[in-house]
């Protein structure tokens, strides 16, 4: 993009190494999941009293936990084995908690370098 302002600074193309969008949609996604995950998991612990409700909301973010972890390590290039490790270890209550605190913070770095606005519930795009 060129500007005829001759009081503008001229820009240049900076290659950051992320030039995959589809692996930063991907992240992005994930992240998201695992957010809504931590949040649900904070949730189930303060209803844990309330029987179906807990179980059911636990259920949920199992499934959305392991789905945001899948879709963060593909994104980030995560070898399979790396993959297969951090799922099992989120079925382990404060180890999976500390997986996707770790995996959120690695996303969040991962989206901001590559410009996207990282925000208290996510990425939007740049």
Known sequence: MSSNNPY???????DNGFSNTDELQQV???QKLIIYSIILNFLTIALQHSGGLALALALVAIV????????VCGGL????????LLIIGCFVPLVGLVILVV??????????EAGYKVGLLGASPP
């Not at 503008?8 to 193309?13: H, N």
């Open 8 to 14: 503008e600074a001229p820009r240049s193309q900076v």
């Open 28 to 30: 992005a996604s994930g």
């Open 64 to 71: 959305m936990a392991l789905i945001g972890v899948a879709r």
């Open 77 to 84: 290039g995560y070898s399979t084995g790396t993959k297969v």
């Open 103 to 112: 995996l959120s913070m690695k996303a969040t770095s991962r989206l901001r």
